[in-house]
């Protein structure tokens, strides 16, 4: 195997295997040199990826790519690219995905980048002064940029604002943060990569007071029942799995429903795919079977599907998915999500994906594929998030 894909390789299931990075089929990696790129295909997880995870792509295509204009048409435009960059295979029988940030990959100068969802640098990047304080932070030392949807658009702002960021200072930034989204890390080495993110999270790290540990509660015999027992009653969820969590960060946005909204709606587009955009409070005095199930009927009713978290008062955190492995990646997901609500705070508070932003994911068919892989998946492939 050539050095660089073995590099590429460990770098991978480096951040893959840890949760403050990577959840599930999150975040992606790549290498390149003059001609060829190698960028994660979706279906495939970090944490135990293998040279067959990843594509390889033509860059003399890529480059024709970049310079194309495409429909306005959204629909139009993703059928146009997705072809476009199946067609950059350099194995065009080959089955594999590209990443539809395989573009992203490209543009950047750097041979190995790493593209994360840090749970640290989301606290910053999800946060009401995301902007500010990355330049406080960081100055000219990384771009930054503003939410802007997945795909196509997100590709084309970064290119743009990659130029005059290499206009001004000669050189592309090793950084690039994206709002509501997560980081892009490059440089020629994979120790180079590890010193940036170091660099990177220590730098945040330093602005986050309060607790960042939790107390784990045990989950008695008796909720256990009660949650089978309410799940049971739902003819949607019969053929389900569930976790239940409970900590001091879970029982920290259970205490009410001003709390519950810090985490009510979605940070980033991650937690549409795996949790949908919606999840269940309920803060009953009086909480059995027939009202919980009441409650879940209530809310498939006003929103369309049966939620995939729920989260009761003094019982915990609910994850509901087809098999206790993905439950718990579910779990993962939104945990995340509580953590990164909880160190927003040093930022400004949470600053949450808006309906026309959420709405787009919902209907954007690359998450569609994503979600379906997630659905029929054994345990080593996964939707590949945002990718």
Same mark, same amino acid.
């Given at each position: 195997?050539?050095? %660089? ?16 990075? @990577? ?6 990696? #790549? ?21 067959? $995870? ?11 790519? #970049? ?17 476009? *960059? ?18 992203? /990959? ?35 030392? @990384? ?18 604002? *990659? ?6 200072? %000669? ?14 890390? +490059? ?7 590890? %010193? ?5 999270? +220590? ?20 909720? &256990? ?6 799940? %049971? ?5 019969? !053929? ?39 999840? &269940? ?39 509901? !998915? #087809? +098999?206790? !492995?993905?439950? $718990? ?32 994911? !919902? ?23 945002? /990718?």
């Amino acid at each position: 195997m050539d050095k %660089n894909i073995s590099n590429l390789i460990e770098i991978s299931r480096f951040y893959g295997k840890n949760k403050e990075y @990577v959840i599930a089929g999150g975040g992606n990696t #790549s290498f390149k040199t003059r001609d060829k790129l190698w960028v994660k295909a979706s279906g495939f997880r970090l944490s135990d990826i293998t040279e067959k $995870g990843f594509v390889s792509l033509d860059r003399n295509i890529l480059k024709k790519i #970049s310079k194309k204009i495409y429909c306005n048409d959204l629909q139009k435009r993703e059928d146009e690219i997705r072809n476009d *960059l199946a067609a950059s295979k350099t194995d065009t029988s080959s089955p594999l995905r590209p990443s539809v940030e395989a573009m992203l /990959h490209h543009i950047i100068t750097n041979n190995f980048v790493v593209h994360t969802h840090s749970t640290v640098v989301n606290a910053l990047m999800c946060s009401r002064f995301a902007k500010k304080y990355s330049n406080k932070l960081f100055g000219n030392k @990384v771009l930054y940029i503003p939410y802007t949807n997945p795909g196509y658009l997100l590709y084309k702002k970064i290119e743009k604002k *990659l130029k005059i960021f290499e206009e001004k200072h %000669n050189v592309q930034p090793n950084i690039i943060l994206i709002q509501n989204h997560g980081v892009f890390v +490059s440089a020629n080495t994979i120790s180079e990569i590890k %010193n940036i993110y170091e660099y990177l999270i +220590s730098r945040i790290r330093e602005k986050i007071s309060g607790k960042t540990d939790h107390i784990e509660y045990d989950i008695s015999s008796e909720h &256990l029942n009660l949650v089978l027992q309410s799940v %049971n009653m739902i003819k949607g969820y019969r !053929e389900s799995a569930f976790k239940i969590m409970h900590n001091s960060l879970v029982e920290h946005f259970m205490k009410s429903k001003e709390t519950f909204k810090q985490i009510a709606d979605p940070f980033t587009p991650d937690i549409i795919v795996y949790c949908k955009s919606k999840y &269940l409070y309920i803060d009953d005095e009086q909480t059995g079977a027939d009202t919980i199930s009441s409650r879940i009927q209530a809310f498939k009713e006003k929103v369309g599907y049966l939620p995939k978290i729920i989260l009761i008062r003094e019982i915990g955190c609910i994850g509901i !998915e #087809s +098999s206790t !492995e993905k439950a $718990g990646y579910i779990q993962d997901t939104f945990f995340d999500q509580m953590k990164i609500s909880y160190y927003s705070d040093n930022f400004g508070g949470p600053h949450f994906l808006n309906k026309d932003d959420i709405k787009f994911i !919902e209907n954007w068919e690359a998450e569609h594929y994503r979600q379906n892989i997630f659905q029929d998946s054994n345990s080593n492939t996964y939707g590949d998030a945002m /990718h």
